[in-house]
């Protein structure tokens, strides 16, 4: 990978990380990690067709982590002059000496260090313009009116360009980095007019800039969402099933990841507590993790201790099989990191009775009668016991057709029983970050209106 685009060379990078370590090591640390990242990107956002705002964007950094046996204390710069170097490690040295004993705390065993990591094809430069990214905007957002004269407003187009590079390195051997990118183009029109008014986004992101999205199609279909919403109703509470849209359905992923982390697992604050091994999920549920998935979001060859990712099912037939576990969180619930220092790589869930007639209309048929939910509001789930209320707006369901949108409910359960009464998963694939899934059925929950 041609790193020109960097004021620094990903060999360059690495000299200043070993500079680092040997300044740790003259200092008297017992270890040391060090990190090095630079990045560079361009943000442009309009509004009603007007230039409302255009960033560039140029930051370095460098943070180092030293021990004194137990003890540990971490300093950051933005400086890379060899005397600013050294007096960040000097600052995290004088940390450490003050910092209390943790018999958790130290680098990973460097057993489990990546030396050789596949290049996973992360990095995409994006060669474009600001004149050019707001007409990327622009085009997105006139679009958006374009589909029907009630799209009367808009909060906005915007265009993000991001391209990065990082190296990271420890005193047990370990060194390694490797230049990413991530690009987003989203829009926000508003439909109606006075009180009435509806709002909705959409948003295509990749790595790639040439596997996002047209411009044209994102604002169409912002649009459509917003129009859809218009005329919304409230509703009586009742109980009945519930389908988040694939977008929505990701974040009942991320509520696992989250149940099932090494921090909230070692403090007991989750409602997985002791789960391993246990049936989290209906019989068909399956949740896999693939941090190798050619220039996915998710994708790491290592994590950010620099140990070795792997491939694994976290989910098979409903039971869990393995925590998201750093080297210091394994440590503290006896057990071994499992590479997910820095968080999740790429997750699928999936239902074995998923047909390719599930899509999007197949869901609706499939809950028949109940809630279609298309956005959340607020946080409400309670990690420590699984209740779950949060603030919502949809479409109400009858006979697997879309009757009318409402808004100002509320959808109320436990995460624990929402697991377990997942009915089906669909067809309608969305990837949303490093999630993916397809719209989610679960069987009952409490729709709270007036």
Known sequence: MNDSMFTHTQDQLKQLARDVLAFAKEKGGSDAAVEFSEGGGLSVSVRKGKIETIEQNKDKGMGVTVYIGQR??????????????????????????????????????????????????????????AADAVVLAQRAEAAAFDVDPRVTNSEGASVH?????????????????????RHTLSVAPIAGKGARMQRDYWYTSARDPMRMAQPEAVGRY?????????????????????????????????????????????????????????????????????????????????????????????????????YFLSSYSARKLGMQTTGNAGGSHNLEMKSSGTRLADDFAGMLRKMDRGL?????????????????????????????????????????????????AIVGIGSDVLTRGNKTTGSILIEKMVVGGS
């Open 72 to 129: 540990r204390g971490n300093a950051s710069t933005s400086d890379f002059s060899a005397a600013a170097l050294r007096a960040t490690v000097d600052a995290a040295y004088n940390i450490a000496r003050f910092t209390a004993e943790d018999d958790c705390a130290g680098l990973a065993d460097p057993a489990l260090y990546e030396h050789d990591p596949q290049d996973l094809r992360l990095c995409y430069p994006w060669d474009i313009t």
């Open 161 to 181: 360009v991001q391209s990065s590079h990082f190296v990271s390195a420890n005193s047990r051997g370990f060194i390694g980095g490797y230049p990413f990118s």
């Open 222 to 322: 912002a649009a459509e969402r917003a129009l859809a919403r218009l005329n919304a109703r409230q509703m009586s509470t009742v109980t009945c099933p519930v389908l988040f849209e694939a977008p929505l359905a990701a974040g009942l992923l991320g509520a696992l990841v989250q149940a099932t982390s090494g921090g909230a697992l070692y403090r007991k604050s989750t409602f997985l507590n002791d789960s391993l091994g246990t049936t989290i999920f209906p019989t068909h549920i399956s949740v896999t993790e693939d941090p190798f998935v050619l220039g996915g979001v998710g994708s790491a060859p290592f994590d950010e201790e620099g140990v070795r990712t792997v491939r694994r099912d976290v989910v098979r037939d409903g039971v869990l099989q393995g």
């Open 372 to 420: 279609l939910v298309t956005e959340l509001m607020g946080e409400g789930t309670n990690y420590v016991t699984g209740d779950y209320s949060r603030g919502a707006s949809g479409f109400w369901v009858e006979n697997g057709v879309i009757q009318y949108p409402v808004e100002e409910i509320t959808i109320a359960g436990n995460m624990k029983d929402m697991f377990q």
